[in-house]
């Protein structure tokens, strides 16, 4: 998979965290239809950082999937009014 095609897919943490769960597991890659090879993945503070290396012809390339917490629709207790929003950098 590219990371462009990655960045695609990756729409909520959600996804990202099947894409995790993909990652480890070969048979759950099969079924959803996925070639995740060469891609792993660190755990990083509010969301997962996949990086692509060792795969013929292609360039090592990182996409950063968070969460970002909207500080201004916090209320008097730090509740939050919003939903966050997964923000998805390509590098």
């Known amino acids: 998979m590219s ?3 990655l960045t695609h897919l990756l ?6 965290a099947d ?4 990652i480890d597991d070969p048979e759950l890659q ?5 070639d995740l090879s060469g891609w792993r993945y660190d755990l990083v503070p509010w969301g997962v950082r996949f990086s692509l290396q060792g ?4 360039i090592p390339a990182e996409v950063l999937a968070l969460v970002a917490v909207d500080r201004r629709n916090t209320g008097a207790c730090g509740e939050r009014h919003s939903p966050a ?5 390509l590098g």
Do not use: I, Y
């Open 3 to 5: 990371p462009r095609e």
């Open 11 to 16: 729409t909520t943490l959600d996804t990202a």
């Open 19 to 22: 894409v995790v769960e993909a």
């Open 30 to 34: 099969r079924h959803r239809g996925w």
């Open 55 to 58: 795969v013929s012809q292609a």
């Open 85 to 89: 929003t997964t923000v998805l950098m």
